[in-house]
């Protein structure tokens, strides 16, 4: 029935009383409007109010009456925190913006200070709109640039070109951070004709360990030069280098041993570095075994350091038959097969002291170690000051050093390594009690291995070379160092020891670090990607494709428990 017939219905009373009732809705409406509004105003009026009574009782805290300067350099220091990821949904927020989202003050702290917002992080924590404000609050402090992974879209590179590429001169730090070797195949062209004026870091990195097809190509950066830089960690991937005065070089361990880097490929990158090298550090793999050098090793005059892992060696690759190394001071070796150590111990031994007249420092870590190891290695490196051996893989080593000692308090003559100093033990697993208490004949006797230590510790000072230093390192340094210090109490040894433990990440100080800055890029990289794969886990539905943590599809199916590395 319409309204038009319900109203000719109605008598004249009915219709007077519906009239008034329109009225009042109509008038309580407006009220409710009105009121909603003042309800506005009031909150409105209240938090502007709260506002104010909090500005003023910051101001009574401590940390208020801070200079502005020195609550800069305060945030800068809180950069340096690596925090994991914990929350599977969203991204952390960096240091920068929690830091300028706590007051007013903080907030305009932060906004003027340029340093902070220099390190970009594009697309792990930082996107399109985010990258934007930090280069336009950055202004032209040097920047930290970490691009990838996953940015071979075309929007992606199309911001990159826009404006990372224009900022280049900018850049002093530059990553590369990728999961496939088609993202750096994308990426390089766009940073190749460039020049990278004040770049001092460079690191590349490729996670993609499945075999390449054929040949891979070299890939070439700033081919227009990048002449301060000095520092250089590279994925064992064939990359050509700009003419630079580097003096670092991280050869990493990615894509695998399944992609190792070709013997002329490890030489291409290296000579155009010869010069000025003085540190080197191998842990990639690289395949020329059977291959014997065309020419004479490549010449490094300045190189100091040089560390090499077994990754190095394990597809035949001979360090000493490649690379020339005179001034060597500090020689460190971890995960070195038997094969390969006989190899690099024939070579010192034979070409010293022509080579190694100025080593000062030899590190086995996890090592190894024949058991007939004779005494030409320490006459071959008779300049030794500081020798580190891992527990429970070198006691041959330090049986060698002990027996040396005996023979010459026998025979009155100087010891060999007359001026060791520093001896380093490396504690990677706990030792293992049974087994060390077997052959002990009485309760209170240490273990064997203590028990040696304490001779070579007693023996250098009956021979007059006593140690200065016994430092000792490791994830199971700090159960060893307390016992072995309490046998050197009981015992009346007066030796000064140091324990030297990793940091935990979120303590590292890798920010500004030159030994340890990539540490930063690369654990940021990982906590992405495990972000990325737990978050796949938790939101894809059963039974498909998963993102591996490395950037690699698996399969993940109700039945089956994934572990994530």
């Known amino acids: 029935m319409s309204?038009?017939?319900?109203?000719?219905?109605?008598?004249?009373?009915?219709?007077?009383?519906?009239?008034?009732?329109?009225?009042?809705?109509?008038?309580?409406?407006?009220?409710?409007?009105?009121?909603?509004?003042?309800?506005?105003?009031?909150?409105?009026?209240?938090?502007?109010?709260?506002?104010?009574?909090?500005?003023?009782?910051?101001?009574?805290?401590?940390?208020?009456?801070?200079?502005?300067?020195?609550?800069?350099?305060?945030?800068?220091?809180?950069?340096?925190?690596?925090?994991?990821?914990?929350n599977v949904v969203k991204r952390p927020l960096s240091p920068e913006v929690q830091l300028s989202h706590v007051s007013s003050r903080w907030r305009e702290v932060a906004l003027s200070t340029p340093a902070l917002w220099t390190t970009?992080?594009?697309?792990?924590?930082?996107?399109?709109?985010?990258?934007?404000?930090?280069?336009?609050?950055?202004?032209?402090?040097?920047?930290?640039?970490h691009i990838g992974p996953r940015v071979s879209d075309p929007e992606s590179l199309r911001f990159i070109a826009a404006q990372f590429v224009p900022r280049l001169s900018q850049i002093r730090e530059l990553t590369f951070d990728t999961d496939e070797r088609q993202e750096l195949c994308a990426l390089f062209p766009l940073f190749a004709e460039e020049p990278a004026l004040i770049l001092r870091r460079l690191r590349i990195c490729c996670n993609d360990t499945r075999s390449a097809s054929g040949a891979v190509p070299r890939l070439d950066i700033f081919k227009a030069g990048a002449p301060l830089l000095s520092d250089v960690r590279l994925s064992a991937l064939a990359v050509g280098l700009p003419q630079c005065s580097a003096t670092t070089l991280h050869l990493e361990p990615q894509p695998g041993p399944g992609n190792p880097l070709s013997r002329l490929a490890f030489l291409?990158?290296?000579?155009?570095?010869?010069?000025?090298?003085?540190?080197?550090?191998?842990?990639?793999?690289?395949?020329?075994?059977?291959?014997?050098?065309?020419?004479?090793?490549?010449?490094?005059?300045?190189?100091?350091?040089?560390l090499v892992y077994g990754n190095t060696l394990n597809h035949g690759f001979n360090v000493f038959r490649n690379i020339s190394t005179p001034a060597i001071r500090t020689l460190s070796l971890v995960n070195v097969r038997r094969q390969g150590l006989s190899s690099i111990h024939k070579f010192i031994a034979r070409t010293s002291p022509e080579h190694f007249q100025h080593l000062h420092t030899l590190r086995y870590i996890n090592c190894d170690i024949d058991d007939d190891l004779d005494v030409y290695l320490p006459h071959a490196t008779s300049a030794l000051t500081e020798l580190a051996v891992s527990i429970k893989h070198h006691t041959h080593l330090l049986r060698l050093l002990l027996n040396s000692d005996r023979q010459a308090a026998l025979h009155g003559v100087p010891p060999l390594w007359r001026n060791l100093h520093t001896l380093t033990l490396h504690v990677s697993k706990p030792l293992d009690r049974e087994r060390e208490d077997v052959d002990s004949d009485e309760e209170d006797d240490p273990p064997p291995t203590m028990g040696l230590l304490l001779e070579v510790v007693q023996e250098r000072r009956a021979v007059g070379k006593p140690l200065d230093l016994?430092?000792?390192?490791?994830?199971?340094?700090?159960?060893?160092?307390?016992?072995?210090?309490?046998?050197?109490?009981?015992?009346?040894?007066?030796?000064?020891?140091?324990?030297?433990?990793?940091?935990l990440p979120s303590s590292i100080d890798a920010q500004d670090s030159e030994v340890d800055w990539a540490f930063a890029a690369h654990y940021i990289g990982n906590q992405y990607r495990l972000f990325m794969f737990k978050k796949h886990q938790q939101f894809a539905p059963h039974g498909t494709p998963a993102i591996h943590p490395r950037g690699l599809p698996v399969m993940v199916y109700p039945s089956t428990h994934t572990q994530v590395p």
């Open 3 to 86: 309204s038009t017939s319900l109203v000719s219905l109605l008598d004249d009373a009915s219709q007077r009383e519906l009239d008034d009732l329109n009225k009042q809705i109509n008038a309580l409406q407006e009220r409710k409007h009105a009121l909603t509004f003042e309800a506005f105003q009031v909150h409105t009026t209240l938090r502007t109010l709260q506002s104010r009574a909090a500005h003023i009782t910051n101001k009574t805290a401590p940390v208020s009456r801070l200079p502005s300067d020195v609550l800069a350099i305060i945030f800068e220091e809180s950069r340096r925190l690596l925090i994991p990821w914990s």
């Open 120 to 145: 970009i992080r594009f697309p792990i924590l930082h996107k399109d709109a985010a990258a934007i404000a930090y280069l336009q609050r950055c202004n032209q402090a040097p920047l930290s640039v």
């Open 268 to 306: 291409d990158i290296l000579s155009p570095l010869s010069a000025t090298l003085t540190t080197l550090h191998l842990r990639g793999f690289i395949s020329g075994f059977h291959q014997e050098p065309g020419s004479a090793p490549v010449e490094l005059p300045a190189l100091k350091e040089l």
């Open 470 to 503: 016994l430092r000792i390192e490791g994830p199971h340094a700090r159960s060893f160092y307390e016992e072995f210090t309490t046998l050197l109490v009981k015992t009346h040894e007066d030796l000064h020891t140091e324990l030297f433990s990793p940091s």
